[in-house]
């Protein structure tokens, strides 16, 4: 169908409106015009900047020329972060590229900028080409762009302009490329329809069909460690962070994860003073751990994966073998077999912290009253973490251990190393 895919940025790609309302407000104000509403700073996202600044605030050329000028140093400077990808645009042009298309970004941002952008977005492995205009340019014939961003000899037929504006669709058709218009960004709905582009996606997700590709199947990353060591913090970061590069992202925990798992939460990890908790053998506790990782698999991961998303979940399988088949001794035999359920969903990368035991124990215990489990043996512990480093040395190419010794940020470091890598060998 389309062997060539050009986007628009703005709107299209990514959520900027911020970044752009923001810097046009303060040229605006800087310049002593009265302030517009946020409604009409949303016409300032798409179009060139310089058109806008004269139709919205009665601006002369020279002034709005000055009004450039002080837009680009504000957004230069933080305009350019206030930024983020929309979600599910990474899986759409890593399915684009997997396919075989060039796909390029086609904008009338200065391309300086526009790279800088991409490239913060985690967006630029998937572009073949970015184009833009030229810092020293005002006026951006979109149609220029588009014919630029194609490579020499490329059969118009075969292209597509994928953009939220009137300016893209406009574009798109003096370039002789079709026109696809999303409805999902910052053009009115009369806006596009007094244009007729020659397609419509309403959302992200029909673009897939639009351009030819299927929406590829998820990714299930998981994250251990000993009590203490760090990872949901790390998880949680990790979620922001692929959230700002344009993936959709579910993230969950065990035991629990859904309503009747968290149940089952409640009762294997009652407090070591429970008295309802007391005597439950190494089986049951193994059991219910079981349990609620075969409803969680069923009623959230499964369904996430399915539909394209990354499963970010606070252990999963590999504590029931280290926990329970090596710390309480029950055999990671036994503990595969009560666990057969869940592995129709097993972890693609399994982010392993280490850290050492007591002093994670430390970290762990003096957020609160110790747990049961918690509360064991030091023996017990030493067990556990033998048993997670034989795993990372059994399976490295899905288990990555990484170093949790050091501040937050420094093992986000590793934490974004070791999924940036994952995102890109994996296909
Ligand atoms: P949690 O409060 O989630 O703490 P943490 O931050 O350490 O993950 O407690 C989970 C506890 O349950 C933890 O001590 C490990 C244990 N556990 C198992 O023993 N087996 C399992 O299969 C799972 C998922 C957890």
Redesign the pocket.
Known sequence: MFDYVLFDLDGTLTRSGDGIKKSAAHAIAHLGYPPLTDEQLDTFVGPPLLESFMAMCGMDEHTALQAVEVYRERFGRVGWRENAVYAGIAPLLKALRAAGKFVALATAKPEVLARRIVEHFGLAPYLSAVVGISMTEHHADKAAIIQKALPAGADRRRAVMVGDRKFDVLGAREAGVTALAVGYGYGSREELEACAPDLFAPDVASLFPLLGVARPRGAFITFEG????G??TQMALAGDWLEARGWEVVRT???GGCQLSERIRAL??ADARDENARGMTAEC?ALL?AA??AQHVHDVILPALEAGKIVLC????D??I???GF?RELGEDFIRQINAPARKACPDLTLLYEIDEREALGR?TREGRP?R??AEQDAYFARVRRAYEALAAAQPQRVRALDAAGSIEDVFSRTRRAVADFLTTKE
Not at 226 to 229: A, E, F, L, M, Y
Not at 314 to 317: E, N, S, T, Y
């Open positions: 000993t009590d203490g060591c990872k949901s925990r065990e035991p294997v990890l506790e751990f609620s990782r606070d252990r999963f399988l504590s029931s280290v926990y329970q710390g762990a747990d489990i918690e």
